[in-house]
């Protein structure tokens, strides 16, 4: 069974640029959650869908936006990026949301020149 | 600005040895917490979790012990193999807002 999917799985970008990240959750499930891990820390929460609408979001500025369409994949996307926004972009599926139960992907290895 | 650079707490242990990754939590509101292993170039994988009604939860060659009053986790794992080389992280939950607050990360390196 294929696992969480994120695509690109490298891209580098330069400041003030737009990025979208995209990913699909296993097969099933119904919540996606972003998650930005910066090199040498843990990751940080930045939005949650469940049935196409947000459930939760992060410490982000507004820059930071995401949806999720109606086969459960989902897309978050960056504006005007900074240097600071060089990271791992993580997706998590999982059936209803709950914690316990998140299958997160590889991620997606941004950089900002 | 924020550090760049930082460098993981690091433990090292003799294959077949136990291990005990310790963990600081800093808000006495979260009531649930996960371990998480994180392998090179691969996302985290759940290892365990525990409720904050609990102080000890095990699994398999994993325990995780929490400790309410010094607000302090930590996970053991018994028998410890090359496949557990990896960062793990300890991540809490406060109230329902699914969000997760992940540590910093602990380094684990097998000796052979």
């Known amino acids: 069974d294929a696992g969480v999917t994120q695509s690109p799985t490298h891209l580098i970008k330069t400041r003030g640029q737009h990025v979208t990240l995209r990913c699909s959750p296993i097969?099933?499930?119904?919540?996606v959650s972003w998650y930005q891990q910066v090199l040498g820390q843990g990751p940080q929460f930045i939005f949650q869908?469940?049935?196409?609408?947000?459930?939760g979001r992060g410490n982000f500025p507004d820059r930071f936006s995401a949806r999720q369409f109606p086969n459960y994949s989902s897309e978050l996307n960056v504006n005007a990026l900074l240097l600071g926004d060089s990271a791992l972009y993580l997706c998590?599926?999982?059936?209803?949301?709950?914690?316990?139960?998140?299958?997160f992907g590889e991620g997606s290895r941004l950089t900002v020149l | 600005g924020e550090s760049v650079g930082l460098h993981l707490p690091t433990l090292s242990v003799q294959e077949g040895d136990n291990s005990i990754i310790n963990c600081a939590y800093s808000n006495s509101a979260s009531d649930y917490f996960i371990w998480y292993k994180q392998e090179s170039g691969k996302g985290p994988q759940f290892i365990i979790d525990i409720r904050s009604n609990m102080d000890k939860r095990q699994g398999q060659r994993v325990t995780v012990l929490l400790n309410k009053t010094v607000k302090h986790l930590s996970l053991q794992i018994a028998a410890t193999q090359p496949g557990d080389s990896a960062v793990y992280f300890c991540?809490?939950?406060?109230?329902?807002?699914?969000?997760?607050?992940w540590g910093a990360g602990t380094k684990l390196i097998i000796k052979p």
């Open positions: 869908y469940y049935e196409k609408e947000e459930r």
């Open positions: 991540a809490e939950m406060r109230g329902s807002n699914y969000q997760l607050i």
């Open positions: 097969s099933g499930h119904k919540s």
């Open positions: 998590a599926s999982s059936l209803t949301g709950a914690l316990r139960e998140l299958f």
